[in-house]
Structures are given as C-alpha cells and as structure tokens.
C-alpha cells in the first residue's frame, strides 16, 4: 500500500517570512495530492490539491510543487501570518485504482512566531 | 461547518465495554470514512464506505467495525478487542473517486477516553 511520509515534524518561522513542507509517497499509481489544515480543536480542511498532470498550483500566498519522478510534493506558505499556525496533514490518493483512498502524513506543526 | 455531524463530542466508557460512535452527514456523499488521530501519528484510516451496503478495512480495522445501511450514517463500534481505544476519532465523507471533487469533509470529531 501507499506510505507517505512528512517532514519537518514540527516548525516554527517568523511572521512574514516563508515555510515549506515537504512530502514523499511510495506508490507510483497515486496521482492526486491534497493538502490538509487543522487548526487547534478544529477538524481538518481542505486548504490546496494538485493532480499529477500538473507540476505546480498556487491559491494566493499557498503553493504546491509536484515531482514525480522523485516522488515528493511540498507546500510552500509566503508571507506568513499568525493565522497560518496550525498542524498541516499532506495525503496521497491512487485515483482510479482498487484501492480508492487517502493515505495521509503524519502532520506538521507550523508555528508562526509575531 | 455543517454538512457532516459527529456525537457525542466526548464519550467516557469502561474497558471491556463496546461503544457506538455516531456520523451523520446531509451532503449527498456516497463515499464516507472514519480515522483515528494521536499525537504524532496523523489520521489513521480504520474503515471506510464507497456505497451503501458495502465497506472496506482501512489501515487499522482490528478491534472496530462499521455499517452503512443508509447513505447518510456510517455509525463506528470500537469493540472490547481494541487494545488501546482512547483517542480522537474523525469521520469524514466525500463524493468518492468518482468525483468532480475529492475533497473531504470532517466532522469535528469524538474524543474517547477508555478507562
């Protein structure tokens, strides 16, 4: 099955300064990658995705790289504010494939300091 | 935040006992899921739904079980099998492989605590 492991576990950036988070998966087959935000006591939301068609997305200051041949997908926050502070989940998903379902990162916790 | 409900928010139950987690969602969606979250370790899938009437084992099965008689329940029964039951349990629903969309949506989660 899919295995997809998240780095750095935890982080901690400046206000305004810029954090990324990095991504890897095992599965060849995946071909869809969502990034998750939760925020402390609340339940986890879509925040950016991308499909393996595509080798980069960006929704204002959030942007996703993909690289498929090495596997890795990173989230990249600019411009950071207190409001991003919150654990990240990054997930990959075989469409189309058998086993139709998100396997997810273990989360990082970004900190961001005023 | 509407769309898909959890209860109860915190639920205190005696080891040995089984208990029934409940999510309901209005959304429409075929496909529903349930994880696991602890510290450190992500969301866990312990089962999930693509229709009703059918359902597959997530990464973490063992000690739990579900049905999906309706579209819109997908009710979670941690059993007294489960060795270490005490955690935050997410449920969350979307409208499946199929699409348009993938996105899924979570409830805002039961905490159990097992003692």
């Known amino acids: 099955g899919e295995n997809v492991e998240q780095h750095p576990s935890t982080l901690s950036v400046q206000e305004g300064d810029s954090a990324v988070i990095k991504c890897t998966y095992s599965d060849s087959a995946s071909n869809y990658f969502p990034w998750y935000k939760q925020e402390l006591g609340k339940r986890p939301q879509l925040i950016i995705d991308i499909r393996s068609n595509v080798g980069e997305k960006k929704d204002q200051r959030i942007a996703v790289t993909l690289n498929k041949t090495a596997k890795h997908f990173s989230l990249h926050i600019t411009e950071t504010q207190p409001e991003d502070s919150a654990v990240y989940f990054c997930?990959?998903?075989?469409?189309?494939?058998?086993?139709?379902?998100?396997?997810f990162g273990t989360g990082t916790r970004l900190t961001i300091i005023p | 935040d509407g769309g898909i409900t959890q209860s109860p928010k915190y639920l205190f139950r005696k080891e040995g006992q089984n208990v029934t987690l409940s999510c309901e969602q209005n959304l429409n969606h075929d496909a529903m899921y349930w994880y696991r979250q602890d510290p450190g370790q992500g969301l866990r899938l312990i089962y999930y739904s693509q229709i009703v009437n059918d359902f597959q084992k997530g990464d973490i099965a063992e000690g739990y079980s579900v049905s999906r008689e309706k579209k819109e329940s997908f009710p979670l029964t941690v059993t007294s099998a489960q060795k270490n039951p005490t955690a935050f349990y997410l449920c969350?629903?979307?409208?499946?492989?199929?699409?348009?969309?993938?996105?899924?949506?979570f409830g805002p989660g039961t905490r159990l605590t097992v003692t």
């Open positions: 969350a629903s979307s409208e499946g492989a199929t699409g348009p969309t993938y996105e899924q949506y």
């Open positions: 997930a990959a998903w075989p469409l189309n494939f058998g086993n139709e379902k998100l396997t």
